[in-house]
């Protein structure tokens, strides 16, 4: 079975300051891998995927994250943080089948002013 | 509006009270799947299906069971509920799984 683990289940910014949160994976066949962000009380939303093409991917609200087939990971990087991005995110992995998906632990963004 | 939509948001019952716990999507996807979030231990896939009558394990079934008789309608169905699967459930649904999934808002179940 796939693995996804998140390093940091809370890390702490400052408004404008690169945000960082790290994801390693296990998998035995090329992986599909997701981030996902989670507002308070909400269900989760997409951020981006990675499915094998290029190796850095762009996503929503000025978030990337490059997949490093040496490393196993997939961290997931924003040059400058805003309060808005104050969030749950999660890291997750899904079978080549596209069948099962498992997710992280998660990290909470805080990001002060 | 494209929505995955579960009801109830929040339900508290006893132990072995059968319940069911209703999702459905609008966008016609062919793919949905339960999950549940614990503290600590991110998202935990319960089940999945893949279309009509075609539905699987993910990695925590136990005590659970679920159909898919419609398209758009994938309820997770708790005969016997015990304490430990006071958590919060979240459906999701996608067309063509490796673009990501929709999620729905969540429902919260507390078991007494």
């Known amino acids: 079975a796939q693995s996804v683990t998140q390093l940091g289940s809370h890390v702490s910014v400052s408004e404008g300051a690169l945000v960082l949160l790290r994801c390693n994976y296990s998998?035995?066949?090329?992986?599909?891998l997701f981030w996902y962000v989670q507002y308070p009380n909400q269900g989760l939303q997409l951020l981006l995927k990675y499915t094998s093409a290029a190796t850095l991917v762009k996503g929503i609200n000025g978030f990337e994250a490059e997949f490093k087939k040496s490393e196993t990971s997939f961290h997931l990087t924003k040059p400058s943080a805003h309060m808005s991005d104050a969030a749950e995110y999660f890291c997750?992995?899904?079978?080549?089948?596209?069948?099962?998906?498992?997710f992280g632990s998660g990290t909470k963004l805080n990001v002060k002013p | 509006e494209a929505q995955v939509t579960q009801n109830p948001r929040y339900l508290i019952t006893v132990t072995g009270k059968k319940l069911t716990v209703t999702c459905s999507q609008n966008m016609n996807h062919e793919y949905m799947s339960w999950y549940r979030q614990d503290p600590g231990l991110g998202l935990r896939q319960i089940y999945y299906?893949?279309?009509?009558?075609?539905?699987d394990k993910g990695d925590v079934p136990e005590g659970y069971k679920v159909s898919r008789k419609e398209k758009r309608n994938f309820p997770l169905i708790l005969e016997s509920p015990s304490p430990n699967q006071t958590s919060l459930y979240f459906c999701a649904s996608s067309l063509f799984q490796e673009k990501g999934q929709f999620f729905g808002p969540g429902t919260r179940l507390t078991v007494l």
């Open positions: 997750a992995v899904s079978d080549g089948n596209f069948n099962k998906f498992y």
């Open positions: 998998s035995s066949v090329p992986p599909y």
């Open positions: 299906s893949m279309n009509v009558e075609v539905t």
